[in-house]
């Protein structure tokens, strides 16, 4: 075999493995509903990229009628790829793990370099901008603008989209490259604000000048090939298991936790709850993102529409405090799914391991509630309302999860990552919003319609304080609960995930 | 100590246990060997409730395992690496392991401190979490925490496999200083024949699921469990 029919040999090969790896995911393992969400989800994106790529046009063109659409999107481009650089560095890192099983095969190194570098030029990163670009340049067509400019300006898009993932991928995890791009957009922004230097019309004269000799597009290639090369020669160099391959290593960073000690038989799992949360990516993305929650009820509250719709600025009251306890508290005791075995072989009362988890909903969604006060410039119903879901979170919802959480039966694998991350999810996590959301907004609802006003935050209130009195006996039917399912829980979480 | 009542396991039509009767006197070092899928870890995870059996019970103690939870607090045991909490340190799971257990942080300190040469240096002090350690240390650390808070049974599953040879020397003394009291029961399973001869008193051979064998170490058996294997 000649090593070029070899190597044509071998790319097959290797889509092979990635339709395997991309069906047998857990991904598509998942429930018929769950593919159904998501599925939605994924054509709802492309369907809100593609239409703001067709009628980009159109509102800009009716927005500044003096300007070219086309030449004002050209000007933005360059923030465009600082702005991509920084998303990328975040979030895309090349998946150099993906071929260890293959180092030990007969294949050559830069077969196997080639096979990653290419695979990313076809990532989520390069191909969701394309559904705003392709139809943006249809649409400029159809509108009368040169066929041939616009394919050209087209391909220079593409060309500097990929240009920007293989420049990522040489500066990746490069702290000062980071922070001399994010420098760099401040800067160049600051300036054109100030008005020292406008970079729009430098970037804006680069693009202009594609679509009017779309023959520069091609330099593109040459800037690509360029940095292709670079990453091919720093990854052929690299591809060791003590190298690129390697699996990263955390130094571990211990904190004095001892105050916890005060809460006595729950300290200990009061900790360990803590440093679950620090220490591990998808924990750590929840308990941030519920002070993102916060700022929740700036998108209702501003807003004259949702002001005659009360039942809705419930609902963003319950979501102002109950950040944490929602995305925290639906995956109780799944979070414990890697070690679960050894809790049960462990000698304690079941009872502190759910009072703790308990309790860490409970002062979170109590620090929610101090952060929130400043919602006191909305006035005071507004006030009244989110202090009546804070109560109805602490006393209803934190217990209620407890409960839900009895059924879970998915376990979730704390290393992966936390954005759009659903392992874990079944059906559970969908029936239960029910109580959750739609039992307080009903509740409200109903009986500040036709009771009136200050009935619906009584009514929601008083839920949630009966409830917390009840909490001894809540606790005693939740504990029995997860006794008696310990086997289907210890059972469905040692499987995969 | 332990008395295994016809222990049976069947998923779905599959019977992976069945075992009719097996009684562990206190201080006995009781070894389990046998090929893949010949049910040890089944085994121990029946006699830990961990899995519930088909049919059957298992008594440890005079108690029930199954209806009590009173035998966890004599019962030490290291199954496999989901026994370790992967996100924390190894300072922080034995620490966690003696709350548990009823040992304060001295308690806790000074029992890992008699385990220094068994770690020889790569488990305490080493700024990493459990899940980043090797399979090696992992166990090391998984062991001793099953020792914690002077068990009177002690499970260990497989806990030669992946260790060094020193750590496998120093981890048959441990042992062997456990069951030279004659008060802590030792369930050990294993795949290496001349580790668990030289530890155990007591063979016990399981093959799909059923008792094959039952020896009381002597200086033959480990030519027996040898003649035995080689099919």
Known sequence: MSNQTNHNYMISHFLKLEWKQFFRSSHWQKGIALKIIMGFFMVYFMVVFLAIGVGGYYILKKLYPALNPLQLINSYLLYVVLGELVARYLMQTLPVMNIKPLLMLPIERSTLVHYVLGKSAISFFNIISLFFYIPFAVVLIIEGYDTVGALGWLLAIVLMTQSVNFLNFLINKNTTALGSIVFLLLATIGLQK?????????????????????????????????????????????????????????????????????????????????????????????????????????????????????????????????????????????????????????????????????????????????????????????????????????????????????????????????????????????????????????????????????????????????????????????????????????NAFGKEA | MITIDTISKKYGKAEVLSVASIEIPTGQSFGLVGNNGAGKTTLFNVILDLIRPTTGSVTSNNIVVSESESWKNFTGSFIDESFLIGYLTAEEYFQFVGDLRGMNVAEVNAFIGGFEDFFNDEVIGKKKYLRDLSKGNQKKAGIVAALMGNPEVVILDEPFANLDPTTQIRLKQVIKKLTDTSTITVLISSHDLTHVTEVCERIVVLDKGLVVKDLSTSAETLKELELYFSV
């Open chain 1, 194 to 490: 100030f008005g020292v230097f406008d970079i729009s019309v430098f970037g804006g004269q680069i693009f202009d000048a594609v679509y009017a000799n779309p023959v520069y597009a091609l330099i593109g290639f040459l800037i690509v090939g360029v940095l292709y090369n670079l990453n091919y020669k720093q990854l052929k160099s690299l591809v060791y298991l003590d190298e690129a391959v390697s699996q990263k290593v955390e130094e571990a960073t211990s904190v004095d936790l001892s105050f916890a000690n005060r809460l006595g038989d729950v300290a200990p799992f009061i900790k360990n709850d803590i440093r679950l949360i620090w220490r591990n990516k998808r924990t750590k993305t929840v308990f941030l993102m519920s002070f993102l929650f916060l700022l929740y009820g700036l998108i209702f509250f501003t807003q004259e529409a949702y002001k005659e719709m009360p039942a809705l600025l419930m609902f963003a009251s319950l979501f102002i405090t109950g950040g944490f306890t929602l995305n925290y508290g639906q995956f109780i005791p799944a979070w414990d799914s890697a070690h679960y075995k050894m809790l049960m072989s462990q000698s304690f009362k079941y009872r502190k391991f759910l009072e703790s988890k308990w309790i860490l909903m409970v002062v979170m969604t109590s620090i929610l509630y101090l952060l929130s006060f400043p919602y006191l410039y909305f006035g005071s119903k507004i006030f009244l309302m989110i202090t009546a879901g804070a109560i109805f979170n602490i006393g209803f919802n934190s217990l209620f999860l407890l409960y839900a959480g009895s059924f879970n039966r998915k376990k979730i694998d704390l290393g992966k990552s936390g954005f759009g991350n659903t392992q874990g999810t079944s059906a559970t996590q969908f029936l239960i919003i029910i109580p959750l959301m739609l039992l307080p907004m009903l509740l409200f609802w109903v009986f500040n319609t036709f009771v009136g006003y200050n009935m619906g935050f009584i009514v929601v209130a008083s839920v949630g304080i009966i409830s917390f009195l009840l909490r001894k006996s809540a606790m005693n039917f939740i504990e029995k609960k997860y006794i008696k399912d310990k086997y289907a829980m210890i």
